[in-house]
């Protein structure tokens, strides 16, 4: 499984979650979030991008995003479980290894829903489900890693 650094080109989970433990080293006293958004762009081929972004408050952040295709015809409402479903696995996949590198990384699940528009009667039920996995969910419009960085390379 391969991510796009825009600092380091192509690297594998493994050398992102080095490069972000790396980048939490260097200044550890600060806080962090680890943000991680999936969105998705219909087509023939359905397109999702993961985003992981490390964001040190207040002063900047790095991301690393994975663009995967699947030719299953989705509903909306499939399409939305989906990006989801990736998020989570893709947090289940780092977590363990950059807990024993800042225990208290704030993980954040972001989801391209929100009150406006036709995904807004799936909000309870995907914030439940990330809520229920133990991470801590955000929508549109504080949904940025899934809405604007996954986004922007799914076209």
Do not use: W
Not at 2 to 19: A, H, L, Q, R
Not at 73 to 79: A, Q
Not at 113 to 126: A, S, W
């Amino acid at each position: 499984m391969y991510f796009i650094s825009p600092s380091k080109g192509k690297v594998n989970t493994g050398e992102m979650c080095e490069d972000i433990g790396q980048f939490v080293k260097k200044n550890p006293k600060d806080r962090y979030r680890l943000i991680i958004g999936t969105d998705s762009q219909p087509g023939k081929e359905t397109c999702f991008v993961t985003a992981v972004i490390v964001h040190r408050e207040g002063k900047g952040a790095r991301f690393y995003y994975r663009r995967t295709y699947d030719k299953t015809p989705f509903t909306l409402r499939h399409r939305i479980f989906e990006e989801a479903t990736r998020s989570l696995e893709m947090a289940g996949k780092i977590i363990g290894y950059l807990s024993n590198i800042h225990p208290e990384l704030t993980i954040e699940i972001h989801v391209d829903i929100g009150e406006k528009g036709r995904t807004r009667e799936l909000i309870q039920q995907v914030v439940q489900m990330i809520n229920m996995s133990g991470f801590a969910a955000k929508v549109k419009p504080y949904s940025y890693g899934a809405t604007k960085v996954a986004d922007k390379f799914t076209k």
